[in-house]
């Protein structure tokens, strides 16, 4: 009878962990799968991750090569009006010293004719002009040119 106990005993546990054998191998069956399942998800979004990389490193290098484009040519505009820019700042440092030169000479010469116009007027006789004479209190001798102007003569009068 303990005989048959025991080997009860046994075959109870060999139906036991038998049982219990195919549950776990039923487990790590499924486990495997779901292992091969998330391995190949996991592949697909490698796989995608990839593609957009290398898309995204081929939109950068495009880019790049864009950008030193415009670099290149903002560096050649860049030279090219500041090159302008030296070329106007000589033309108008010229034409500033021309200027001053010009306005100096035409001086001279607006002071040469005034002085010209007084002594060609020195010698004339204003009687003709009566009361532009009588007006300013002057003789017969001459007339200043500020006044020649204000008398309205310094365009009607005739040599």
Do not use: P, Y
């Amino acid at each position: 009878m303990k005989l048959e106990k025991m080997n009860n005993e046994f075959n109870k546990g060999k139906r036991d962990f038998t049982n219990k054998l195919e549950a776990t191998s039923e487990i790590l069956n499924s486990t495997v799968k779901n292992l091969v399942k998330t391995n190949n998800e996991l592949k697909d979004v490698k796989r995608d991750l990839t593609n957009k990389l290398e898309g995204t490193r081929r939109e950068l290098e495009k880019t790049k090569t864009e950008l030193e484009k415009m670099r290149s040519g903002l560096s050649k505009t860049v030279n090219n009006l500041s090159a302008k820019i030296n070329e106007n700042e000589k033309k108008l440092t010229n034409f500033s010293t021309e200027l001053k030169v010009n306005i100096q000479r035409v001086g001279h010469e607006i002071k040469v004719a005034e002085g010209n116009v007084k002594k060609d007027l020195r010698g004339k006789n204003f009687k003709q002009f009566g009361n532009c004479n009588k007006k300013f209190g002057l003789d017969d001798d001459g007339i200043e040119q500020h006044e020649i102007r204000r008398c309205g003569f310094d365009q009607n009068v005739k040599w």
